[in-house]
Nanobody, 120 residues
Framework: QLQLVESGGGLVQPGGSLRLSCAAS????????INWYRQAPGKQRELVAG???????NYADSVKGRFAISRDNAKNTVYLQMNSLKPEDTAVYFC??????????????WGQGTQVTVSS
């Protein structure tokens, strides 16, 4: 089965850092754009950062200069380094990717999410 699994979330104090990981597993031929989204309680899911096949990146204005997205193609893994965290960064973070699979063709997939809580 093709799956995306996030890890690395937790509770940190304001100003702290976390590194999230999203690992894809299954019969993968290639992974196109991978995005990180987040959803806070009572809020809509929003795009935080994205990285394409050429390693071009984009970020929401609210996280520019603080977050960095990267990918390790050999490991089929994408990372989100989060620095200078603020309470407003508190949310469940999801990865989302378009994947060409040997067995399933071209589809998009969501991870189950990992909780990030920024609080004193």
């Amino acid at each position: 089965q093709l799956q995306l699994v996030e890890s690395g979330g937790g509770l940190v104090q304001p100003g702290g850092s976390l590194r999230l990981s999203c690992a894809a597993s299954g019969s993968i031929f290639s992974i196109n754009v991978i995005n990180w989204y987040r959803q806070a309680p009572g809020k809509q899911r929003e795009l935080v950062a994205g990285i394409d096949t050429g390693n071009s990146t984009n970020y929401a204005d609210s996280v520019k200069g603080r977050f960095a997205i990267s990918r390790d193609n050999a490991k089929n893994t994408v990372y989100l380094q989060m620095n200078s965290l603020k309470p407003e960064d508190t949310a469940v973070y999801f990865c989302h990717a378009y994947i060409l699979s040997f067995s399933k063709g071209y589809n998009h997939y969501w991870g189950q999410g990992t909780q990030v809580t920024v609080s004193s």
